[in-house]
């Protein structure tokens, strides 16, 4: 059985979140980081054509959720592979991992970026929530749309800095991971594959059930420990989101359900 690296017995009543695994920051080819997105090109057509898949699924389970309770079987395992694959390729995309993702909505083998967010038996999901999702969500997915546009707008200069060292440095690593997990637990609250609502963007420091008896191992982000500097960053693509957002909303206005739609995986 796989090792739980990272993790701890949760409280009692303690709430489950998704969870990221992706390994310390090491070398990365030089030749892959000035490329990086012209490699990826044929993921992102491929997410593009799941995603409209994935559209239909979120609606039928959507449907099935407030029937059953939780979500189909069939259904659940399908959002939670595209919610893992949608990462990966992310993942990849904001140089977080110089491994190439793989073409696999499953839990591929040897992939150093993992995502757990899925239990052995369906998750049970309360229907108010559910018949409400979108409304509840349009907070988190303010926060996960402003957090995402600002490491955008510096993603270039992230992009020198692992191009001229070889390797992301790890406040950059961290918040960086920071964003990445946010938008994943976003999806996986979004696509109705969990009840728990997205939170800590700044890491896991605050939380008791992730910081006592923690498991060193491979994983560098489960629990995720924001350092100083990482939490500087995290804060200036708020910052830099909410400036962008600002500007975009003075001249083409602002819709709430654009920036919902706008956070969902691959969408």
């Given at each position: ?11 009692p ?7 990221l695994?992706?390994?310390?920051p090491?070398?990365q ?18 997410l593009?054509v ?6 239909f699924?979120v ?8 029937l ?10 399908y ?11 992310n993942?990849?995309a904001?140089?977080?991992?110089g491994?190439?993702?793989?073409f696999?909505?499953?839990e ?12 052995q ?22 926060v996960?749309v402003?957090?995402t546009a600002?490491?955008w707008?510096?993603s ?20 960086t ?12 609250y ?27 191992g491979?994983?560098?982000t489960?629990p995720?420990f ?12 708020l910052?830099?989101g909410?400036v962008?957002g600002?500007?975009?909303s ?6 709430g359900?654009?920036?919902?739609q706008a956070s969902?995986p691959?969408?």
């Amino acid at each position: 059985m796989e090792p739980h690296y990272g993790t701890v017995p949760l409280f009692p009543g303690a709430e489950a979140l998704p969870e990221l695994d992706i390994p310390q920051p090491g070398r990365q080819n030089r030749l892959s980081v000035l490329v990086r997105l012209l490699l990826l090109l044929p993921h992102f057509v491929v997410l593009a054509v799941l995603s409209v898949v994935t559209f239909f699924a979120v609606v039928a389970g959507w449907f099935a959720a407030l029937l059953l309770g939780r979500l189909p079987a069939p259904v659940e395992r399908y959002l939670a592979g595209f919610l893992g694959y949608d990462t990966r390729v992310n993942a990849s995309a904001m140089l977080l991992t110089g491994r190439y993702p793989p073409f696999e909505l499953g839990e591929p083998m040897g992939c150093p970026v993992r995502v757990r967010v899925r239990v052995q038996q369906s998750v049970h999901l309360n229907r108010p929530a559910v018949l409400f999702r979108l409304l509840l969500v349009i907070p988190a997915a303010l926060v996960e749309v402003v957090a995402t546009a600002g490491w955008w707008a510096v993603s270039a200069l992230s992009w020198l800095v692992v191009l001229f060292l070889g390797r992301m440095p790890l406040p950059l690593f961290e918040a960086t991971a920071a964003v990445l997990r946010y938008r994943m637990r976003l999806g996986a609250y979004v696509l109705l594959l969990s009840p728990a609502y997205p939170k800590r963007l700044f890491g896991d420091q605050s939380a008791p059930d992730a910081v006592v008896g923690t498991i060193a191992g491979p994983s560098a982000t489960r629990p995720l420990f924001l350092g100083t500097g990482a939490k500087v960053l995290v804060g200036a693509f708020l910052v830099l989101g909410l400036v962008g957002g600002a500007a975009n909303s003075s001249r083409y206005g602002a819709d709430g359900s654009a920036a919902v739609q706008a956070s969902l995986p691959g969408f």
